[in-house]
């Protein structure tokens, strides 16, 4: 899980969305009660965003510099699978310093 100390050198920012009560976003606050302090901890000058909002499907959005912005949608993923979404959007922002 190397990856997650380099979150902060690819990414401005980094926000969460989710239902506090919503069957759908369970996974999503699994995976934020799991894996905040882990994050945060590596990545201490990252802002790790927390949105709780009644009625709102599960995201996770990564910006960039320059402003690009990138969501995906958690609905129906496992916390291995938003891990795993996590480390793609970390990887998208190595790709765009290139």
Not at 29 to 37: D, L
Not at 43 to 57: C, F, H, T, V, W
Not at 66 to 77: D, N, S
Not at 87 to 93: H, I, P, R, S
């Amino acid at each position: 899980m190397a990856w997650r100390s380099n979150l902060s050198r690819n990414l401005k920012e980094l926000r969460i969305l989710f239902s506090p009560y919503s069957p759908e976003s369970a996974a999503t606050r699994s995976f934020i009660e799991k894996n905040y302090r882990d994050l945060k901890t590596h990545n201490p000058k990252l802002p790790i965003l927390i949105r709780e909002a009644s009625s709102i499907e599960p995201q996770l959005w990564a910006r960039y510099d320059l402003g690009v912005e990138r969501g995906i949608r958690l609905e129906g993923l496992t916390d291995e699978q938003i891990s795993k979404a996590l480390e793609d959007l970390g990887k998208v922002g190595g790709s765009l310093k290139s």
